[in-house]
């Protein structure tokens, strides 16, 4: 798996995801959130059959988004069950809740955005 390039804020909310699997099946499953970024998210709880590059939907409380599969979690791995996702609408942000800056501040410590970047 390569480095995120974007600050992970960790934080688990609910979420649906829904889409068709990798044998032609369509699901709709509940999901929470490992962590979010601005463009996209970690996700887990995530058991059915999905390859990378798959389109999904994601729906977190009233928001929802189209997103890609980047990676999906080897099994048997810390990361079984888990998927990352990159948000396919541009300037979408369906998390609502604040994010953490990509600068820190003075102490090291990393800052919260006053409001999200942009809800839909």
């Known amino acids: 798996m390569k480095k995120p390039r974007e600050?992970?804020?960790p934080i688990k909310l609910?979420?649906?995801?829904?889409?068709m699997d990798s044998a032609g099946?369509?699901?709709?499953?509940?999901?929470?959130t490992v962590d979010i970024?601005?463009?996209g998210a970690c996700l887990e709880g995530v058991a059915?059959?999905?390859q990378?590059?798959?389109i999904i939907g994601v729906e977190c409380g009233r928001s929802r988004a189209r997103f890609r599969i980047a990676?999906?979690?080897?099994p048997g791995s810390d990361r079984d069950g888990q998927i990352g996702v990159q948000c396919i609408?541009?300037?979408k942000y369906i998390w609502g809740v604040p994010l953490l800056r990509a600068m820190d501040n003075d102490d090291g410590a990393p800052q919260l955005l006053e409001e999200p970047l942009v809800t839909h």
Request: positive net charge; contains cysteine; aromatic residues 10%.
């Open 7 to 9: 600050r992970r804020t």
């Open 14 to 19: 609910a979420v649906r995801v829904w889409g």
């Open 25 to 32: 099946k369509l699901f709709s499953i509940e999901a929470s």
């Open 37 to 39: 970024t601005p463009r």
């Open 48 to 50: 059915c059959m999905i």
């Open 52 to 54: 990378r590059g798959a």
């Open 71 to 74: 990676w999906v979690g080897t």
């Open 89 to 91: 609408e541009p300037g």
